[in-house]
T-cell receptor, first 114, second 113 residues
Framework: AQTVTQSQPEMSVQEAETVTLSCTYDTSESDYYLFWYKQPPSRQMILVIRQEAYKQQNATENRFSVNFQKAAKSFSLKISDSQLGDAAMYFCAHSGTSGSRLTFGEGTQLTVNP | DAGVIQSPRHEVTEMGQEVTLRCKPISGHDYLFWYRQTMMRGLELLIYFNNNVPIDDSGMPEDRFSAKMPNASFSTLKIQPSEPRDSAVYFC???????????FGQGTRLTVV
């Protein structure tokens, strides 16, 4: 069974600074997909970034980038130039090739201080 | 497209009553997912459909829960009878492919008293 672990229940960052959210996962599959989703207080789940495990290059989306370490089964999210609107709960998720289900981590609550 | 549409946004019901949650996926999406979010268990998949066919229902907690997808544009999640421990936010999501971005609805907050 796949598991996803986020060891930081809460994180805080100053506006305009950089923050890194950690995520580790466990899977027996060699090919899979990893995601970071954001859930603001509106509770809408929004995709932040997606990584295919077969791609060695780390995914980036504007201020958001990942550090994907396949051997270590680590998938951290870096947010650069943090903005007040980045404040939300962030979920790391895994999807294996044997099915389409997303397995989510426990979430990290990010606070952005002005 | 208006995105994934769920109704109702909030539902309060008494223990023992039947509850039906509704979802309209994004047009053209072949996959539909039902997730439940609670403080204790986080986000967990209940069931998902591919082309209207249930593929994995291993997350459905018990026989009180049932889900249907009669056509490509509509799905329901029914709880009968409801219990207080079913109180949670229920999300519906849809995606174009097996591992592409899942678009979530705004969720239904269910409270069973």
């Amino acid at each position: 069974a796949q598991t996803v672990t986020q060891s930081q229940p809460e994180m805080s960052v100053q506006e305009a600074e950089t923050v890194t959210l950690s995520c580790t996962y466990d899977t027996s599959e060699s090919d899979y997909y990893l995601f970071w989703y954001k859930q603001p207080p509106s509770r809408q789940m929004i995709l932040v970034i997606r990584q295919e495990a077969y791609k060695q290059q780390n995914a980036t989306e504007n201020r958001f980038s990942v550090n994907f370490q396949k051997a270590a089964k680590s998938f951290s999210l870096k947010i650069s130039d943090s903005q007040l609107g980045d404040a939300a709960m962030y979920f790391c998720a895994h999807s294996g090739t044997s099915g389409s289900r997303l397995t989510f981590g426990e979430g990290t609550q990010l606070t952005v201080n002005p | 497209d208006a995105g994934v549409i769920q109704s109702p946004r909030h539902e309060v019901t008494e223990m023992g009553q039947e509850v039906t949650l509704r979802c309209k996926p994004i047009s053209g999406h072949d996959y539909l997912f039902w997730y439940r979010q609670t403080m204790m268990r986080g986000l967990e998949l209940l069931i998902y459909f591919n082309n209207n066919v249930p593929i994995d229902d291993s997350g459905m907690p018990e026989d009180r829960f049932s889900a249907k997808m009669p056509n490509a544009s509509f799905s329901t999640l029914k709880i009968q009878p409801s219990e207080p421990r079913d109180s949670a936010v229920y999300f519906c999501a849809s995606s174009l492919g097996a591992h592409t971005e899942a678009f979530f609805g705004q969720g239904t907050r269910l409270t069973v008293v």
